[in-house]
Antibody, heavy 121, light 107 residues
Framework: EVQLLESGGGLVQPGGSLRLSCAASGFTFSSFAMSWVRQSPWKGLEWVSAISGSGGNTYYADSVRGRFTISRDNSKNTLYLQMNSLRAEDTAVYFCAKLTYERNIERFDVWGQGTMVTVSS | DIQMTQSPSSLSASVGDRVTITCRAS??????LNWYQQKPGKAPKLLIHAASNLLSGVPSRFSGSGSGTDFTLTINSLQPEDFATYFCQQSFNTPRTFGQGTKVEIK
C-alpha cells in the first residue's frame, strides 16, 4: 500500500525554523516527483514546492521562495521541507503528496495525513 | 498565476440527488484539471484527473467534463459518504493552483 507519513510540525515563533519530513512507502520513491501543499482556513489549498525524482530540479511558490528548501533522500525514502524565517501566514496544515504524470498532465495522486505548523509568539 | 473559481461555494442536497459543481480557470488550461474530495480532518483524495478520467476505485457516479476554461464535476445519485468538500486544481502552469472548494452538505 502506498503511504506517506509527515512529521515535524509544531509551534514556532515568528522568524524561527522548522523541518518537516515525509516518509514514503509502498512505491519506488526515487521514480516520482514529490510536492508539499499546505492548507489554511484563510488561503485554502496552496501549492508550496515540488522536487523531481532525482532531486535535481526544485520549484517553489513565490510566497516561500528564499525561505523554504525542499529536498529528498532517496536512500531513506524521505522528503523534507526546511522552513526558515517563518511568518504567521505560514501557519497551516502541511501535506506531502506524490506526483504522477500521464499524457503530460500532473496530478497529486497520494497525500499524507498532514502535519500542523503554527507560527505564533 | 492561474486563478481557479468554483461555484457554488456550498450546496445542500439530499441522498439520491444529482449534484453539479463548476470550476472556471482564468485562462485556458486545456485538459489539465483534477478534482479532489476532502472530508473533515483528512487529506484531499484524488477523484478525477485530466478533466474526465475517473481514478481506479472511484465510484462511477462521479464524472468530470470540460476543457479550456470551464469544467464540471457531477455526482449522480448522491450517497451519504459523498458529503464532503470538493476542490478543482490546475496542472497547466506553475504554480499549481486550487479552487476555493465546494462544500456539499446534507439537506
Amino acid at each position: 500500500e502506498v503511504q506517506l507519513l509527515e512529521s515535524g510540525g509544531g509551534l514556532v515563533q515568528p522568524g524561527g525554523s522548522l523541518r518537516l519530513s515525509c516518509a514514503a512507502s509502498g512505491f519506488t520513491f526515487s521514480s516520482f516527483a514529490m510536492s508539499w501543499v499546505r492548507q489554511s482556513p484563510w488561503k485554502g489549498l496552496e501549492w508550496v514546492s515540488a522536487i523531481s525524482g532525482s532531486g535535481g530540479n526544485t520549484y517553489y511558490a513565490d510566497s516561500v521562495r528564499g525561505r523554504f528548501t525542499i529536498s529528498r533522500d532517496n536512500s531513506k525514502n524521505t522528503l523534507y521541507l526546511q522552513m526558515n524565517s517563518l511568518r504567521a501566514e505560514d501557519t497551516a496544515v502541511y501535506f506531502c503528496a506524490k506526483l504522477t504524470y500521464e499524457r503530460n498532465i500532473e496530478r497529486f495522486d497520494v497525500w499524507g495525513q498532514g502535519t500542523m505548523v503554527t507560527v505564533s509568539s | 498565476d492561474i486563478q481557479m473559481t468554483q461555484s457554488p461555494s456550498s450546496l445542500s442536497a439530499s441522498v439520491g440527488d444529482r449534484v453539479t459543481i463548476t470550476c472556471r480557470a482564468s485562462q485556458s488550461i486545456s485538459y489539465s484539471l483534477n478534482w479532489y474530495q476532502q472530508k473533515p480532518g483528512k487529506a484531499p483524495k484524488l477523484l478525477i484527473h485530466a478533466a474526465s478520467n475517473l481514478l481506479s476505485g472511484v465510484p462511477s457516479r462521479f464524472s468530470g467534463s470540460g476543457s479550456g476554461t470551464d469544467f464540471t464535476l457531477t455526482i449522480n445519485s448522491l450517497q451519504p459518504e459523498d458529503f464532503a468538500t470538493y476542490f478543482c486544481q490546475q496542472s497547466f502552469n506553475t504554480p499549481r493552483t486550487f479552487g476555493q472548494g465546494t462544500k456539499v452538505e446534507i439537506k
